[in-house]
């Protein structure tokens, strides 16, 4: 009798942290970038208690409008050549009137089943950012490092996973460890459509990461862990040009969508009244988003965006919202307006913001208001 073949069995392994290139042959940063001035209004609100400092995080003007997340698992496992590959992903977006080109080259990273598969970053990723942002903002956790030009956070796994578990996105170690790696891996390049060089920077999204040894990591989840941040993150740090929002109610938030929407107005609805709406076309957000491109029935795309509209208004974000469709011939929707009305708690939050950015760039001799110039990519003055 022949013995059939045993089925074998699927292989699953453990996700190993890849560091930087070169991450050890880095100068550490020092006590001094730990603590300087820079840093601590990066660090400091404008807030009455505790509870209120501790929902607090920054929005970074330019990188926080850059549609950097705007691909889905789902649509990378159908893009996906011979299910490894993916091509560079080419979105356009609009920042102050400027229309730009953001290009996103993939990560390659080894997955659980053992197989190397490209990776663009996406909500989880997403996630995992703004948390170590947030993780920055705590003494000794943040810093910036003025003569080198960079920024960044150093933070356990352990402290990681417990930030994104008390906002609401539990993630494993392993999930951690593989948004960590698509991170440092990932290249997205930003270049305005004018042709102009200024305005124009090619990073990873974390241009450094010191990752914990495989064996060290299993021994010791609470190891230390460094990452760099974006240039335009550094950069903004470096002119004063984040603001304050409400980062734990963002992060409650259900879609990718409506956090999107909620930063979004924290960084352009700075002059937030009963009696001054804010105006958002359909059109609008799914070319800055990137988030509505995978709805090829336009009618679907705009119930998606109701949806997220209504979320932030139960929520307290806003008051309420009204919808206007754009009709052409025949009645065929052309587009959909909505105009927004802020709840009293965001035109609080907006004027909060307001007054520590002016506050904190006359404290720097930069000058003070609500609308800061826009950063310059690839830094600011050294």
């Not at 929005?59 to 893009?79: F, G, N």
């Not at 409506?258 to 924290?266: D, N």
């Amino acid at each position: 009798m022949t013995k059939q073949p045993k089925t074998a069995k699927p292989v699953s392994r453990t996700i190993v942290p890849k560091e930087t290139e070169g991450a050890d042959r880095l100068p550490k940063p020092t006590a001094a970038e730990y603590e300087n001035r820079q840093l601590s209004l990066f660090q400091t609100f404008l807030a009455n208690t505790d509870e209120q400092r501790d929902s607090l995080s920054n929005a970074i003007d330019l990188w926080d409008s850059v549609p950097r997340y705007s691909v889905s698992r789902q649509a990378m496992t159908k893009a996906r050549i011979n299910d490894r590959f993916l091509e560079k992903h080419e979105a356009g977006f609009q920042y102050r009137q400027r229309m730009y080109t953001r290009t996103i080259y993939a990560a390659r990273v080894t997955d659980p089943d053992g197989v190397d598969r490209d990776y663009y970053p996406s909500a989880t990723e997403e996630l995992v950012e703004d948390a170590l942002r947030k993780l920055a903002i705590d003494q000794q956790a943040g810093f910036f490092d003025k003569p080198n030009y960079r920024s960044g956070v150093s933070f356990t796994l352990y402290a990681l996973r417990e930030e994104l578990q008390r906002r609401g996105h539990t993630r494993s170690y392993q999930e951690i460890v593989q948004a960590l790696n698509i991170l440092s891996q990932c290249v997205v390049d930003i270049r305005p459509n004018d042709g102009s060089s200024e305005g124009m920077v090619r990073s990873t999204y974390l241009p450094t990461l010191a990752a914990v040894s495989r064996n060290k990591l299993r021994e010791d989840p609470k190891a230390r862990w460094m990452v760099q941040f974006h240039p335009l993150v550094t950069g903004s740090i470096d002119q004063v040009t984040y603001r304050q929002f409400n980062y734990h109610l963002m992060m409650s938030h259900s879609t990718q969508l409506a956090r999107w929407l909620h930063k979004q107005l924290a960084l352009k609805y700075t002059f937030a009244h009963h009696l001054k709406p804010f105006d958002m076309l359909y059109s609008t957000v799914k070319r800055d988003s990137g988030l509505l491109d995978e709805y090829a029935r336009g009618r679907r795309g705009i119930e998606k965006l109701e949806a997220a509209f209504r979320e932030l208004t139960a929520r307290g974000v806003l008051l309420s919202y009204r919808r206007e469709d754009k009709t052409g011939p025949r009645g065929k929707l052309l587009d959909v307006e909505f105009t927004l009305h802020p709840h009293s708690d965001f035109i609080y939050d907006m004027k909060a913001s307001n007054k520590r950015l002016g506050d904190d760039q006359k404290s720097v001799g930069i000058g003070g208001g609500s609308s800061p110039k826009p950063v310059g990519i690839g830094g600011g003055s050294r």
